[in-house]
C-alpha cells in the first residue's frame, strides 16, 4: 500500500500535502506553481513518493454550487488520471480547508503576511487529514 498525496488546487499556488507509508498522517510540502508543468510535477512527486492515490480538492460554494475553481480541479484531475498509469485520483469535497488552515496558522502565531505561501499546503494537509479520518471511520 502506498502513500496518498493530497492537493488543494488554486490558480496561483497548488497546495500540497502526503500521507506516512501507514496512512495516518498528513504532511505538509511545499507548494508548486500552478500552471503549465503541474501535471508533470505532481506525476514526478508521485513516482518518487510512491503514491499510488491521489486526492484532489474539489472547491465548491457553501451552497453546494459548482464554481470556476471547482471546473479547475476537474480539469486537473482528469489530467492527472491521464499522466498518472500506477495511481488512483479521487476528488474529495474541499470547503473550509483553507479557512481552517488560516486559523491553525494564527494560532500557531504566524502573521497573515507570513503564512501566505504556507496556507496553500496547509489546507492540502487539512483536506488530506479530513479523508484519512474519513477512511478510518472516523
Not at 502526503?18 to 496512512?23: K, T, V
Not at 502573521?111 to 471511520?137: I, P
Request: hydrophobic letters at 45%; charged letters at 25%.
Amino acid at each position: 500500500m502506498g502513500r496518498i498525496l493530497g492537493l488543494d488546487p488554486g490558480s496561483v499556488r497548488c497546495g500540497v500535502a502526503i500521507s506516512d507509508a501507514g496512512r495516518t498522517m498528513a504532511f505538509p510540502r511545499p507548494a508548486l506553481r500552478a500552471g503549465p508543468g503541474l501535471v508533470a510535477e505532481i506525476a514526478r512527486m508521485v513516482d518518487e513518493e510512491h503514491v499510488d492515490l491521489v486526492v484532489i480538492g474539489r472547491p465548491v460554494a457553501l451552497s453546494g454550487r459548482q464554481t470556476s475553481s471547482t471546473f479547475a480541479a476537474d480539469e486537473l484531475a482528469h489530467g492527472l488520471r491521464q499522466a498518472l498509469a500506477h495511481a488512483t485520483v479521487v476528488p474529495w469535497d474541499e470547503r473550509l480547508t483553507t479557512a481552517q488552515a488560516s486559523r491553525q496558522l494564527r494560532a500557531a502565531g504566524r502573521r497573515a503576511e507570513e503564512h501566505r505561501e504556507r496556507v496553500d499546503s496547509a489546507a492540502a494537509t487539512v483536506l488530506l487529514e479530513h479523508y484519512l479520518e474519513a477512511m478510518r471511520g472516523s
